[in-house]
């Protein structure tokens, strides 16, 4: 079994849309989780870090449910500039490996 | 930008040869992780440096070795290249104490 999985989309959706991605963990000791943005043949950029209480930025809204070893990404209101893969990224805790998800990609159409 | 650099950005290499990237880390950063991105995949761990030591290592066959210098720059080399070698390798830099990674913009390689 994977250590993280993806739905892997691809997600089209109209700009102005509200889109959800999910990831799964298999390790319950994971204590950090992350989305990370990757653009087409870019780096991975952080995204933002979640959170056990929830945590948002802007329009976008991570979830993490311990219990249920599920991690969650909300996007409100899409753009154009939104497109790209978003990574979900457990790792152990401080330092040490990060375990990636495939990406889910997603498509902004005007 | 990250204050992360990696080089070369591309590089071609032909099976059987050996390779060396690099990676300088952010400053005030003590940790480089390295990573392999093949196509359509997500970043997979291959090993990780801390204060010139290694400090954990992912499932990759010992053809894969690296440095990490007192600057914390880092090297990742790889022997006897394989066809299935070819991906996006990808430096991390963190601390320990943090738990955020920030990456380099990536060595493209290229095995023929």
């Known amino acids: 079994r994977k250590e993280v999985e993806q739905d892997p989309g691809p997600f089209n959706v109209p700009e102005g849309a509200t889109v959800a991605f999910n990831c799964t963990y298999s390790n319950s000791a994971s204590q950090s989780f992350f989305w990370y943005r990757q653009d087409c043949r870019k780096e991975p950029k952080l995204l933002m870090s979640v959170y056990s209480s929830g945590n948002e930025d802007g329009r976008f809204t991570a979830q993490l449910n311990r219990a249920s070893q599920y991690i969650s990404l909300l996007i409100r209101d899409s753009k154009l500039s939104d497109s790209a893969t978003y990574l979900c990224v457990v790792g152990p805790g401080t330092g040490n490996q990060f375990y990636f998800g495939t990406g889910t990609s997603l498509t902004v159409i005007p | 930008e990250t204050g992360v650099t990696q080089s070369p950005t591309h590089l071609i290499k032909t099976r059987g040869q050996q390779v060396t990237l690099r990676c300088s880390s952010q400053s005030g950063h003590n940790t480089v992780s390295w990573y392999q991105q093949a196509l359509g995949q997500g970043p997979q761990f291959i090993f990780q440096y801390y204060r010139e030591e290694e400090n954990g290592r992912g499932n990759f066959p010992p053809r894969f070795s690296g440095l990490q210098f007192p600057n914390y720059s880092s090297e990742l080399n790889v022997n006897a290249l394989e066809l299935d070698d070819s991906a996006l390798y990808l430096c991390?830099?963190?601390?320990?104490?943090?738990?955020?990674?920030?990456f380099g913009q990536g060595t493209r390689l290229t095995v023929v």
């Open positions: 991390a830099s963190s601390s320990l104490e943090e738990h955020e990674a920030f």
